[in-house]
């Protein structure tokens, strides 16, 4: 497989079929963070039919999230659901939202607290400051939602606070559009990243989708569901499945060549179906 020298390259070349006929093939860009279902595509053991892949790597699904929302400079991405779903409800949204979902993980294991700060069970947080990467990353969505319809707890009497999770600093530069409602939200201006500040006890947990570095290694940092793997084994048994976030196209892709730009998000989706659900 030939990466192409431009990101946005979408160039068709030339491809002869075993009919005999020389097709084009499409050029397009697809990006996303390590994930085992994502392997084969990275690899190029899979090789999606008309289409010249690029494959480009990343790190951090949040500087994908970015670079795509902010500058649509990938023909295919890894998206987040809240900013796209955000996008279509405002009514002007860039993306195609394909059915391949690369990160799937359960986030009963992504609330963390400071264990001297009273906190025994989730009703517990209720009054309490929260950390978070941002207020509107699905991950952080998705452990709000079952703190709310799982444990009853009144999100409204909590303190949301934003930052990085690893360093004191924003979490990325997201483009989503504003709230429809006013919350309780400050932005971390310490000198220490949120990781830190519950070590310490300056926030009271932390929710999202990393877990903070003082994991492990400082006494007062755990989990709030010691049993998490309990929890969300039984929710995958009942048929739950938690999606972080789906791979979208550029609609300019799309309308490039519709049946085209869809095809390595259906080898996508192969991958995607025969990988444990469980795992990010």
């Not at 999606?48 to 951090?60: K, M, Q």
């Not at 009497?157 to 483009?175: F, M």
């Not at 085209?260 to 795992?279: G, I, K, L, V």
Request: charged share 25%; proline share 6%; net charge positive.
């Amino acid at each position: 497989m030939r990466a192409s020298s431009d990101m946005n390259d979408s160039t068709p070349t030339r491809e002869r079929f075993g009919h005999g006929c020389a097709m084009s093939r499409l050029a397009l860009t697809f990006a996303s963070c390590r994930y085992d279902r994502m392997e084969a595509i990275h690899a190029g053991d899979v090789v999606p039919a008309g289409i010249e892949l690029n494959c480009i790597r990343f790190r951090s699904g949040r500087e994908i999230f970015d670079r795509m929302v902010g500058g649509q400079e990938f023909d295919v991405a890894e998206l987040s659901a809240s900013e796209f779903i955000s996008l279509m409800g405002r009514g002007d949204c860039p993306f195609v939202a394909l059915p391949v979902f690369p990160s799937r993980v359960f986030r009963h294991g992504y609330i963390f607290i400071n264990t001297r700060r009273g906190i025994r069970t989730a009703k517990d947080l209720e009054g309490k400051r929260v950390g978070l990467p941002l207020y509107t990353q699905t991950a952080a969505i998705w452990v709000r939602g079952h703190l709310m319809h799982e444990f009853d707890v009144d999100l409204a009497t909590i303190r949301w606070v934003e930052g990085a999770v690893e360093k004191p600093e924003a979490h990325g530069s997201p483009h989503a559009p504003a709230l429809l409602r006013p919350v309780q939200i400050e932005r971390n201006t310490a000198a220490e990243p949120l990781g830190a500040l519950l070590a310490r006890g300056a926030i009271d947990a932390l929710i999202g989708s990393r877990k903070p570095d003082a994991l492990g290694r400082h006494p007062d940092v755990a989990r709030l569901f010691p049993d998490y793997r309990r929890r969300e084994r039984e929710l995958y048994q009942c048929g739950a499945i938690s999606t972080s976030g789906s791979a979208g196209s550029r609609r300019a892709s799309t309308t490039h060549s519709s049946s085209r730009s869809a095809a390595p998000a259906a080898e996508c989706a192969t991958q995607a179906r025969s990988a444990p659900c469980c795992r990010g």
